[in-house]
């Protein structure tokens, strides 16, 4: 599934929740769908600002990725385990955007990245910018990694829908 059908797919799963579902917060430290959906489309804006700054360089950039970096292309993914970022990166996503609000959002991401989808591949790809943790990684990789975050977000939204479920029935 490419990035675009996976956004999709999240929005349109935006219609199986109650503004309250989207709201509900499972246990202490977890997310709640809205969050998930925030964190998300967060990241992948940013991912996205990161491609158009390489686009935008004049210069070259000869540094690799990481080791981490190397090995997340490689498998083309996350690895399948929950990801714990430091606390100063890890302030809880907005909690407080209704279906409306989400859905937009969302529709203004799959434009963005529908509209750098073809021209992506006529950026230089020696022209780079830094990952915290990835290294250096050109416009391309910068794209991609917008689908495999959001990929990777699925087994999250799988067990909030299981939580959701449990709750419903009660």
């Known amino acids: 599934m490419s990035g675009i059908e996976l956004l999709i797919h999240f929005k349109n799963g935006l219609n199986n929740y109650s503004p309250e579902q989207l709201r509900q917060i499972p246990a202490k ?24 700054a390489c686009a935008a360089l004049t210069e070259e950039k000869p540094m690799g990725k990481t080791s981490f970096g190397d090995q997340l292309f490689k498998d083309g993914g996350f690895p399948p385990v929950k990801i714990k970022l430091p606390d100063e990166m890890n302030a809880p996503p907005n909690n407080s955007d209704s279906k409306e609000k ?65 709750e419903s029935e009660q």
Request: glycine fraction near 6%; proline fraction near 1%; aromatic fraction near 12%.
């Open 102 to 166: 989400l859905v937009a959002r969302m529709e203004e991401l799959i434009q963005r990245l529908s509209e750098w989808e073809s021209k992506v591949e006529t950026v230089n790809p020696n022209y780079k910018v830094k990952h915290g943790g990835f290294g250096w990684l050109n416009a391309k990789e910068w794209y991609e990694l917008v689908e495999m975050h959001s990929r990777h977000h699925l087994r999250q939204k799988e067990e909030l829908d299981r939580y959701i479920l449990k």
């Open 29 to 52: 430290g977890v997310w709640s769908i809205g969050q998930m959906y925030d964190h998300i489309m967060l990241v992948a804006h940013e991912y996205l600002d990161n491609m158009e």
